[in-house]
């Protein structure tokens, strides 16, 4: 269920790096717990972004949820199918759901994310 | 664990937590707001059938010989129109002409109503309705005597049939009557706050638990779901339906919400009713309105929303419109800048996104 090559957040963001660029998603606990995803909100291409700063947001029917980057760097791909087809976020949340490539600024960074394991231990599954 | 701080729990508790739903803090009480996802409950309810368990919900009784009188006097609209069997939305108010709470007024007998309200005001409805009693009415706080099922969606009325010999086509909309569902006596009421065609049932809370299962048995054939508040509140957001803390509360009078129709003038004297002559005869200031985004965005509730650039109201309620395919909204502003067509901003998250008033109901059902 939970990649073991992926890093996680404890705000329920995963990251998967190859070389220098990561890509970023929610996790299927995010997008269980979010229930109906309706829409996502996701920054442009260019964009600066700051480890565990606010990313973007996904809502549900009921609600708002920021997302958070695992990471700095630099925003170099945005998965706008999304925008189209939000849904896609509860059926593949680590697969097609995507939701951004960041050209990540220091790949140390990475480290201090929790493992599949230590993830799956901290939501308690 | 702390008695004072556990959440009430209604007779279905359990029921849901087999079912798995998520289960939320509303008003106190410890409710679903999902099981299998608010969008699929929501269309299940829209094509289909739905069953909501809403025993949160209060009931007041109030008999006597003068029990009308209370009635009319506590509640705006006129109860002397009721028949026996009959029921009305109506809404209790402070002198200064707010909403204590809306609530649905069944006449039982000609010395019996029967009053359901929302389940975070019934303390402070029946201490209000206390307060007015100057007719020596009883009043009761019946609802730890009753649990709620609502049956909501075009294919109720075939699910309940399997469970009664009550003739459940001669119950128009908003009639009510006694009878016994699966076995079990119930008030059965066609009413419901989702737009739909349906039935409230109010049963004892030692026979919800069964009646739930019976009705999910017999409705399994249409495809009924078990339905959340989350659901609940996209089907009444689509259907303008109040909600009290958003559309009305102590600060909304209720020609402001757009519910002038449930006040009427010529019964009498009522509690409120000073206060809204006076505002009736100085001009509404702000009206409830409904909008659609035009722009990227998803308007929530608390929301501020700007009319010409400037700050001009709120978002009382906000979100998608499952059966519509669009973002909605409701909002108060001034009257000028609520008329239909016109276009306001919503700000979402600093930005603002651009919406339009549009008629309200967003949706009404076709009615067969």
């Known amino acids: 269920m939970y990649p073991e090559n992926f890093r996680y957040t404890k705000e329920h963001e995963w990251i998967s790096l190859d070389g220098e660029i990561g890509t970023v998603g929610i996790t299927d606990h995010a997008q269980k717990e979010l229930g109906d995803i309706v829409y996502v909100d996701l920054p442009k291409v260019g964009s600066a972004v700051e480890k565990l700063k606010v990313l973007g947001s996904v809502e549900s029917v009921k609600a708002v949820s920021e997302i958070f980057s695992p990471v700095s760097g630099e925003v170099v791909e945005v998965n706008t ?31 201090d994310l929790l493992s599949a394991v230590e993830y799956q231990q901290y939501i308690g599954a | 664990m702390e008695e004072a701080d556990a959440l009430k729990r209604t007779p279905l508790n359990g029921v849901h937590r087999a079912l798995g739903a998520r289960m939320v803090d509303f008003g106190g009480w410890e409710m679903p707001v999902q099981y299998s996802g608010i969008l699929e409950e929501h269309r299940a309810v829209r094509s289909a059938v739905g069953l909501f368990d809403v025993s949160h919900m ?30 009305q939305y109506s809404a209790l108010l402070y002198e200064h002409g707010g909403f204590v709470d809306d609530i649905l007024v069944h006449k039982v007998a000609e010395d019996h109503f029967f009053l359901c309200v929302n389940a975070a005001n019934q303390e402070k409805d029946f201490e209000h309705i206390r307060s007015l009693n100057r007719w020596d009415c009883e009043v009761e706080f019946a609802s730890p005597r009753y649990a709620q099922l609502a049956l909501q969606g075009p294919r109720s009325q075939a699910t309940l049939a399997r469970l009664t010999r009550v003739d459940l086509s001669g119950i128009r909309y908003y009639w009510f009557t006694d009878g016994e569902v699966a076995g079990t006596p119930a008030r059965i009421a066609r009413t419901g706050y989702t737009g739909e065609d349906g039935f409230e049932l109010y049963v004892a809370p030692e026979h919800a638990a069964r009646l739930w299962r019976e009705l999910m048995e017999a409705g399994a054939e249409f495809g009924i779901k078990p339905c959340g508040l989350g659901a609940r509140n996209t089907l009444r957001l689509e259907a303008k339906m109040a909600l009290y803390g958003h559309e009305i509360d102590a600060t909304i009078t209720p020609f402001e919400a757009g519910l002038g129709w449930i006040v009427k003038w010529e019964k009498g004297d009522f509690h409120g009713r000073a206060a809204l002559e006076k505002q009736k005869a100085q001009g509404l200031r702000r009206t409830l309105a409904g909008f659609e985004m035009r722009g990227r965005g998803i308007a929530r509730d608390g929301y501020e929303v700007l009319a010409g650039g400037v700050l001009a109201g709120w978002v009382t309620s906000g979100g998608p419109a499952p059966s519509l395919n669009k973002n909605i ?21 600093n930005q603002p996104v651009e919406a339009v008033i549009v008629p309200t109901p967003f949706y009404k059902r076709v009615k067969s």
């Not at chain 2, 909204?329 to 998250?349: D, N, Q, S």
């Open chain 1, 81 to 111: 199918a999304l925008a189209e087809a939000p849904e896609k976020l509860n059926q593949d949340p680590h697969g097609e759901a995507w939701l951004v490539k960041i050209k990540v600024r220091d790949p140390e960074e990475i480290k």
């Open chain 2, 329 to 349: 909204g409701l909002c108060y502003l001034p009257l000028e800048a609520a008329a239909t067509g016109r276009t306001i901003h919503v700000v979402v998250r």
């Open chain 2, 58 to 87: 209060g009931e007041i009784e109030v008999r006597g010989p003068e029990a009308l009188k209370l009635v009319q006097y506590a509640a705006t609209n006129d109860a002397s129109r009721l028949r026996v069997g009959q029921a």
